[in-house]
């Protein structure tokens, strides 16, 4: 035993080399960036490709928060490198039977999709503000027509269809892109807490509901902002969209933990310790009890009781947010929770939360925010509330 060395804020044994904890909070946010890009185009289309015409009022809206999303999808990891520059070369020299070398041409493939599906469905509206602004914003609008001022009923017919297949190439990319990420995990067979063959279902239905729970809160917080009626079937849409994917992650991961579980009583000591100790707070209270259990009932009684007006907006509002903590939870417990238990098995460990520094809570906290500043900003430029973009 003189190889190995025991830490008084550790319990058990470690190795002297798993004392630090690689993976921050900074990795936290990447794979939830991630799951509301996922989802949030999947509320897109669900109208485009499916045709659920309730979820019109904010199909577009959808398709500009994934796409603002996804512009800061690469850089918790760029913050996470020590040369971030290094990144290129994936791209240049990709290395085809590691997946996370695959991760640059997919997430570039999705940007350059979601580019091209926007402005499809934001032509019209661009067309026209090219023939009445003047100055230096009319020049933007006028580059971005492409020479192309053609808004007639063929030419839009044109545009519709192009929406439509991008749309159903963008559904495998979406939720390949964050159903990886669950992939990289799930194939680590070092860590016992990640290594499981549902972690890429239990990453995708997560990213569905954290997505639709941001457009609720979006949807709401815009009409208000605007001082403009919610649509009510809209947002009971939405609600139920919610509703059906928590039903399938509840099982998904209550499924995933009875595996642990199951592991950890064949052999594995710390799991157990673990599960009844650290975990205790923020897997079932937080995860599971707050963010999962609670806005499933309470959006199965506003279902049940056909609840409508001023109640529904806040309790589906309110649930929404407590499935996006939800979501978070779920990518912490991952992440660091992985990581807190030794690759051994023998011993736990603490992860000291920083604030300050590239990959500390307040850059973190950044990365979550600066795609929200810029999606106000985008709204601005190719507002989808006003239903002048594509039908």
């Known amino acids: ?59 577009h809206l959808a398709l500009l928060t994934s796409l603002c999303f996804m512009l800061f999808v690469p850089l918790p990891l760029l913050l996470h490198l020590g040369h971030p520059e290094r990144a290129f070369n994936n791209l240049l020299t990709p290395h085809l039977t590691s ?33 009445k602004r003047i100055g230096l914003i009319g020049s933007f609008y006028r580059a971005l027509t492409l020479g192309s001022y053609d808004v007639s009923e063929t030419a839009l017919r044109y545009d519709r269809k192009w929406i439509f297949w991008l749309a159903i190439a963008g559904i495998p990319g979406a939720h390949g892109l964050h159903g990886y990420v669950g992939f990289v995990f799930g194939s680590l067979k070092s860590r016992e807490w990640w290594s499981s063959d549902l972690m890429p279902l239990v990453f995708l239905f997560s990213a569905i509901i954290s997505g639709v729970a941001l457009l609720i809160v979006l949807y709401v917080a815009s009409c208000k902002l605007r001082r403009t009626p919610i649509d009510l079937a809209c947002l009971k849409g939405l609600a139920y969209t919610v509703w059906a994917f928590i039903i399938v992650a509840f099982v998904l991961e209550g499924l995933e933990f009875a595996n642990i579980v199951y592991k950890g009583r064949e052999g594995i000591e710390m799991i157990m310790t673990f599960v009844t100790g650290p975990l205790l707070f923020p897997y079932f209270v937080l995860q ?6 609670v806005p499933l009932l309470a959006l199965s009684y506003m279902i049940w009781r056909g609840t409508t007006g001023k109640a529904l907006v806040v309790g589906v509002t309110l649930s929404a947010c407590l499935v996006l903590l939800s979501v978070f939870m779920m990518r912490w417990n991952v992440v660091i929770g992985g990581q807190e ?18 990959e500390g809570l307040i850059s973190s906290l950044s990365l979550v925010i600066a795609p929200l500043v810029v999606l106000l900003g985008i709204t601005r430029l190719f507002p989808p509330w006003e239903h002048k973009a594509a039908p």
Request: charged fraction near 10%.
């Open 1 to 59: 035993m003189e190889h190995l060395i025991q830490y008084a804020p550790y319990t058990g044994w470690v190795y002297p080399n798993e004392t630090v904890i690689e993976w921050s909070v900074a990795i936290v946010v990447y794979p939830y960036i991630t799951g509301l890009v996922a989802g949030a185009f999947t509320v897109s289309s669900l109208y485009q490709v499916f045709g659920f015409q309730r979820l019109k009022p904010v199909a």
């Open 99 to 131: 997946a996370m070398a695959m991760f640059g041409y997919f997430a570039t493939f999705y940007i350059v999709l979601l580019v091209v599906e926007t402005w499809f469905a934001f032509r019209p509206y661009i067309v026209e503000q090219a023939q």
């Open 288 to 293: 599971f009890g707050i963010g999962a259990i």
């Open 341 to 358: 238990i030794s690759k051994t098995g023998k011993g736990l460990l603490t992860y000291p939360l920083q604030v300050f520094g590239k």
